[in-house]
Each structure stands twice: as structure tokens, then as C-alpha cells.
């Protein structure tokens, strides 16, 4: 069976020191992956490997292959493969260029050359679904940090990709967006879309994912289905946050028989 995306022997550093190396992962339809992993373990490294952007706009080292429905992406431009994944940065504001909060939403749609009428019923759908339509004509660089990263959202939600990835989605936002969020994107991948997302809540992939990997040392460490990977005793001891049903209650607090 083909995977919708498969990564096999992938290397790659941005200098000396290798960020992936010999990383093997491979991903089906449909799939709501959940990535976690300590801080500067290659998670955003990880997913430009999955969008063409490393290694046609970042600089490195680049070994292996990256398949991305059936298309290699080292021969496939990044034009090409935005077509069918789409990104949210981890940083709203290395996103954002537009002057208009419409704008960020309609730019990509009108590069794509939809009719004006599917245009504007897009941004206006996604932008009443992130709660911006009142702010459509104000200048996104006033918006506040979770505003931003609300309308990176809106546009890329808007695109209708086939893949999403998204890069710690939830981090500017407060519990009651973030809820909305998943409950979103778990409704993308009931439509049959594949979600993978890189989260440092665990707990709110423990609501939501289908199955967890973790980026320890370049390599996947662990991969399994959520309950699984995040019960696994190696998430404490890699620093991660052990969602709240499988925290153990500490030896001061428990009860004496
Ligand atoms: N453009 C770059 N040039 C050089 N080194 C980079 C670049 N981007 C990332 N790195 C380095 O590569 C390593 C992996 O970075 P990456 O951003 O993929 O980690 P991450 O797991 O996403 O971290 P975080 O949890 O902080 O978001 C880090 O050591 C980082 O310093
Ligand atoms: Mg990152």
C-alpha cells in the first residue's frame, strides 16, 4: 500500500552537527499524528522536510528521500507540493506579509486563481471561524500574538489542503480557542484529511490524535498509538509533560494502607 507520505533514511543538518539522521517515518491517509520532543530535537525540522521547503529553501545537508503522495520532493517544487500540504508556522509572524487581514487569507487563493466569488466565500468562512471577521481590514501587525496566530490558521485552513501541518499550533493560544482548534481539525480529518501536528500539550493530543511520535536524538524514539507513547515512562525522563490520567500520584500525597 502507498503511504501519503514516506520518509526513509532521511539525514539532514543545517551545519556540522546532523539535526536528522537516518530518520524512517511514514504516514497514511487520514492519520492524525501528534509529534512531540524536547526542545531543539528537529520537530520543525521534521515537518520542512514534508513541505519541500528542505530541501529547496533552507540550506543543508540534505540525504535520504521524502515521498509526499507518490511525489519525491527532492524533483517536485514547493509550489507544486503546496498544492496538497499546507503549513502553519511556529512563528505567525515569519508568516504573515499581507497589510490586511483579508488579504493574508484571499493571497494564496487568488495566486491559485479561484474564481472571485469561491475567494471571498472562503475568507470569509474561515476568518468567522477563527473570530476575525470583525478585524478583516485591519493591519495584522497590530493584531495580538493569538490573533496572529489564529489568521495563519485561517489561511492555511482556507486552502483546503490535503495535509496539514501545523507547528505547535496551540502555543498563543488560550484553552477555550485551543479546544475549538482541535475539535476543527478533528473535523478536517473525519472529512478524510491528514493532520500532523507538532504539540507540546500533550494533553491535548491525548484528546485528539490517532497516534504519537517522538523526535529523540534525530530518529523517531517512539511511535504508537496516543495512549500508548504518552503512558510510556520514557516521556518524564525526555522532559515532556505527562498528560494528567497517567501522572502517578507522588509517594508524599499517596493514600497509607
Ligand atoms: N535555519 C537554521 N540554521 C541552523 N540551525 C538551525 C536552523 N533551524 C534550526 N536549527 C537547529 O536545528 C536544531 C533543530 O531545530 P528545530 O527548530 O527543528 O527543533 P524543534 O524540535 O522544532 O525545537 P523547538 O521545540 O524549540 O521548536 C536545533 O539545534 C536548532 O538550533
Ligand atoms: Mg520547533
Redesign the pocket.
Known amino acids: 500500500m502507498v503511504k501519503l507520505i514516506q520518509i526513509s533514511n532521511l539525514s539532514f543538518s543545517?551545519?556540522k552537527k546532523a539535526?536528522l539522521s537516518n530518520l524512517n517515518l511514514s504516514v497514511e491517509r487520514g492519520e492524525f499524528l501528534g509529534i512531540i520532543?524536547p526542545?531543539?530535537?528537529?520537530?520543525?525540522?521534521l515537518l520542512f522536510t514534508m513541505n519541500g521547503v528542505i530541501p529547496h529553501l533552507?540550506n543543508g545537508n540534505f540525504k535520504g528521500n521524502v515521498l509526499v503522495c507518490g511525489m519525491d520532493t527532492r524533483k517536485t517544487k514547493v509550489s507544486e507540493l503546496s498544492k496538497r500540504v499546507g503549513i502553519v508556522l511556529?512563528d505567525p509572524n515569519s508568516q504573515i506579509f499581507s497589510l490586511k487581514v483579508w488579504d493574508e487569507v484571499a493571497f494564496a487563493l487568488e495566486n491559485r486563481k479561484l474564481p472571485k466569488e469561491e475567494i471571498a466565500r472562503r475568507v470569509a468562512k474561515y476568518l468567522g471561524l477563527f473570530g476575525l471577521e470583525s478585524m478583516r481590514d485591519r493591519d495584522p501587525n497590530n493584531l495580538s500574538e493569538g490573533q496572529k496566530q489564529k489568521l495563519t490558521l485561517a489561511s492555511t485552513l482556507a486552502m483546503e489542503p490535503e495535509i496539514i501541518l501545523l507547528d505547535?499550533p496551540s502555543s498563543n493560544l488560550d484553552f477555550g480557542s485551543a479546544v475549538e482548534l482541535y475539535n476543527m481539525l478533528k473535523s478536517l480529518q473525519r472529512e478524510g484529511r491528514t493532520i500532523i501536528v507538532?504539540e507540546h500539550d500533550t494533553e491535548m493530543l491525548l484528546d485528539n490524535a490517532t497516534r504519537v511520535i517522538v523526535?529523540k536524538d534525530g530518529k523517531i524514539g517512539i511511535d504508537g498509538p496516543t495512549k500508548k507513547v504518552l503512558s510510556d515512562p520514557r516521556i518524564e525522563r525526555y522532559g515532556l509533560r505527562v498528560p494528567c490520567p497517567f501522572k502517578k500520584t507522588p509517594k508524599s500525597l499517596r493514600v497509607r494502607k
Open positions: 543545517y551545519g539535526v520532543g526542545v531543539g530535537s528537529g520537530k520543525s525540522t533552507i511556529q505547535e507538532v523526535v
